[in-house]
């Protein structure tokens, strides 16, 4: 089994700030690792994944994420937020292999002050 | 990209009713389509797991009587949420799996039971 804690529930921050969630996981097989974004009353918007390769990952919107493997960990990284980011981030994990479902964190909410 | 059409975004209905979601994977063959409930302010919580042609796998404490879902097709899945309560006033979400290496989701939908 997985489980994904997100150390954080909101994160304050204010505009042009750099921001960091946190995720770290717990899994006994190998995963995938994702970051979702979800802006109020939408479905969830994947900014990045890591499958294999490089642990640094580039996504949509200037996001990245580094992958460390010692330290089960998946933080989700921006050098300068805008107000537009204010949503919730979900990390997700999922063991590798095709049709395994994803398991969730608990959120956390970036709010960018003016 | 895969996109995945979920409707209708709101649904209102009177108490004692039934509701019918429907989840369109528009671009690609979803094998495994999965059901998520999201409540204010809280992570996903998985509902059932169906896959094309068989019977929907309902997570432990998901009435399968009263969520109803249908995979009939590759592209097409469907929640029925049957003789509604105000209690299953929440956000439903689907995800469709098709490709190997993550999941598209809908973009939700809110339903209010009155």
């Known amino acids: 089994a997985q489980s994904v804690t997100q150390l954080d529930s909101q994160v304050p921050v204010f505009e042009e700030a750099p921001v960091e969630l946190r995720c770290n996981y717990s899994s006994s097989v190998s995963v995938y690792l994702f970051w979702y974004v979800q802006y109020p009353n939408q479905g969830l918007q994947l900014l990045l994944k890591?499958?294999?390769?490089?642990?640094l990952v580039k996504g949509i919107n200037g996001f990245e994420a580094e992958f460390n493997k010692s330290q089960t960990s998946f933080h989700l990284r921006k050098p300068s937020v805008h107000i537009s980011d204010t949503a919730e981030y979900f990390c997700?994990?999922?063991?590798?292999?095709?049709?395994?479902?994803?398991?969730f964190g608990g959120g956390t909410r970036l709010m960018v002050k003016p | 990209g895969a996109v995945v059409s979920q409707h209708p975004s709101r649904v209102i209905c009177k108490s004692g009713t039934s509701v019918k979601i429907e989840c369109r994977s528009l671009d690609f063959q979803a094998t495994t389509m999965f059901w998520y409930r999201q409540f204010p302010k809280q992570s996903l919580m998985l509902m059932a797991t169906?896959?094309?042609?068989?019977?929907?796998?309902?997570e432990q404490g998901v009435e399968k009587d009263k969520f109803l879902i249908n995979h009939a097709s590759l592209t097409l899945s469907t929640l029925t949420v049957t003789s509604a309560h105000p209690e299953d006033s929440s956000f439903y979400i689907c995800?469709?799996?098709?490709?190997?290496?993550?999941?598209?989701f809908g973009s939700g939908t809110r339903l209010t039971v009155v």
């Open positions: 890591y499958l294999s390769g490089s642990t």
């Open positions: 997700a994990v999922r063991p590798t292999g095709a049709g395994n479902m994803l398991t």
């Open positions: 169906s896959n094309e042609g068989s019977k929907a796998t309902y």
């Open positions: 995800s469709a799996s098709g490709q190997f290496d993550g999941y598209t």
